[in-house]
């Protein structure tokens, strides 16, 4: 493979360098977010999405404008080996956020202690505080890797963008395992407690 080479003593901003090889290797450039499903909540209790299978070795799911019914509420998530049937895989987290008011008055990066789960089959907590007034939401992604696998735990990371109902700014971060060695062939969303007002959801896979 050649690459176009210059000397750096006689280098000018105004010439343009450029890559003049070739590359070769298994699926280069081609690897790209798949849309599989998408949904779009009207009061609705949760929402599930099914069918994570081995086709993609990741999922990612992609909120936007995730909206509660009522105030001051979490918006969480829980996975399932028996199609959806039912929800409560054991889990270990970690969750930390920086968050930061309207006046300014409480900038802060703090680990959340109450938000994090240990070897607990609750739903994980991916955003706090959320308010039901128009201008409060949360969006983000949610990172699930290798779902299918029957040898290995199954590894997950979230990071949202929240305003909630105090009128804060909030920067999320999740992250943790599902403790099986089981298939996650399910995962559900809902609010701590009443609906999801709106709010769409969408998931992608990655070969």
Known sequence: ????????????????YAF?????????????????????????????????DSTYRTYCFKFINMHPSNDNVYFRFQGSTNGGSSYGVTTTTTHFKAYQSESATNPTLAYQTADDLAQSTSY???????????????????????????????????RM???????????????????????????????????IDDGTITMYGIA
């Open 124 to 158: 994980i907590n991916l955003a706090q505080g959320m308010g039901t007034d128009n201008d409060q939401q949360t969006s983000g992604e949610l990172w699930l890797f290798n779902p299918s696998s029957t040898t290995y735990v199954k590894h997950f990371m979230a």
């Open 161 to 195: 963008a929240n305003y909630q109902t105090s009128d804060y700014a909030q920067d999320v971060y999740t992250a943790g395992y599902f403790n099986t060695t089981s298939a996650i062939n399910a995962i559900d969303f809902e609010m701590g407690i009443g609906d």
């Open 1 to 16: 493979m050649a690459l176009t080479t210059f000397n750096p003593r006689s280098f000018d901003l105004s010439d343009t």
């Open 20 to 52: 003049t090889g070739t590359v070769s290797g298994t699926n280069v450039g081609s690897r790209s977010l798949v849309k599989i499903s998408e949904q779009t909540a009207s009061a609705s209790p949760s929402i599930s999405f099914t069918g994570i």
